[in-house]
Antibody, heavy 120, light 109 residues
Framework: EVQLLESGGDLVQPGGSLRLSCAAS????????MSWIRQAPGKGLEWVSS????????YFTDSMESRFTISRDNSNNTVYLHMSRLRVGDTALYYC?????????????WGPGTLVTVSS | EIVLTQSPGTLSLSPGERATLSCRAS???????LAWYQQKPGRAPRLLIY???TRATGIPDRFSGSGSGTDFTLTISRLEPEDSAVYYC??????????FGQGTRLEIK
C-alpha cells in the first residue's frame, strides 16, 4: 500500500523559514515524480511545486519560485519543501502527493497534510 | 496560463439522481491531460479520474469522465449520501505544470 506522511509544519513568524518533509513507502520511489500542493483554510487547492523521479527537474508556481525549493532523497524515500521568506498568505495545509508517472501528471495518492501557520 | 473554471459552484441533488459537473479551460488542453478529485471535509483529496476519462484504481463505475479540448465533464450516476464532497478538476502538462479549478460543492439532500 502506498503511504505518504508529511511532517515539519509549524507556527512561524513572517519572514521565517521552514522545511517540510514527506516520507513515502509502498512503491519504487525513484520511479515517480513527487509534488507539493497546498490548501489555505476554507479555500481551494493550489499546486506549489513538483520534482521528477530522478530529481533532475523541478517545477514551481511562479509566485513561489524564488522563495521555495524542492528536493528529494531517493535513498531515504523522502521529498522536501524548503520554504523561506514566509508570508501570512503562505498559511495553509501542505500536502505531498505521488505523481502518476516519473514526470508527474496526476496526483495519487495524497498524504494527510501538515499545517503551516505564518503569523506574528 | 490555462485557467480552469468549474460550474456550478454548488449542486444540490437527491440520492439516486445524476450529477453533472463541468470544467472549462481557457485554452485547449493537450492530450486530454485532465484529472478529477473528490475531497471530503477534513480529508485529503482523492483521485477519481485521470486523462479525462480513465477511472483511478478502486473508483466505482458510477463515476465517469468525458470531454476534450476545453470542455470536460464529471458525471456521477446513482448518487449516494457519501458522494457529498467538493470536486476539483486539475490540468497537467506544460508550464505552468499544473493548475486546479476552484471546485464544485456537491450536496446530497
Amino acid at each position: 500500500e502506498v503511504q505518504l506522511l508529511e511532517s515539519g509544519g509549524d507556527l512561524v513568524q513572517p519572514g521565517g523559514s521552514l522545511r517540510l518533509s514527506c516520507a513515502a513507502s509502498g512503491f519504487i520511489f525513484r520511479n515517480f515524480a513527487m509534488s507539493w500542493i497546498r490548501q489555505a483554510p476554507g479555500k481551494g487547492l493550489e499546486w506549489v511545486s513538483s520534482i521528477t523521479g530522478n530529481g533532475v527537474t523541478t517545477y514551481f508556481t511562479d509566485s513561489m519560485e524564488s522563495r521555495f525549493t524542492i528536493s528529494r532523497d531517493n535513498s531515504n524515500n523522502t521529498v522536501y519543501l524548503h520554504m523561506s521568506r514566509l508570508r501570512v498568505g503562505d498559511t495553509a495545509l501542505y500536502y505531498c502527493a505521488k505523481g502518476g508517472r516519473a514526470t508527474g501528471r496526476w496526483f495519487d495518492p495524497w498524504g494527510p497534510g501538515t499545517l503551516v501557520t505564518v503569523s506574528s | 496560463e490555462i485557467v480552469l473554471t468549474q460550474s456550478p459552484g454548488t449542486l444540490s441533488l437527491s440520492p439516486g439522481e445524476r450529477a453533472t459537473l463541468s470544467c472549462r479551460a481557457s485554452q485547449s488542453i493537450s492530450f486530454n491531460y485532465l484529472a478529477w478529485y473528490q475531497q471530503k471535509p477534513g480529508r485529503a483529496p482523492r483521485l477519481l479520474i485521470y486523462d479525462a476519462s480513465t477511472r483511478a484504481t478502486g473508483i466505482p463505475d458510477r463515476f465517469s469522465g468525458s470531454g476534450s479540448g476545453t470542455d470536460f465533464t464529471l458525471t456521477i450516476s446513482r448518487l449516494e449520501p457519501e458522494d457529498s464532497a467538493v470536486y476539483y478538476c486539475q490540468r497537467y502538462g506544460w508550464s505552468p505544470m499544473y493548475s486546479f479549478g476552484q471546485g464544485t460543492r456537491l450536496e446530497i439532500k
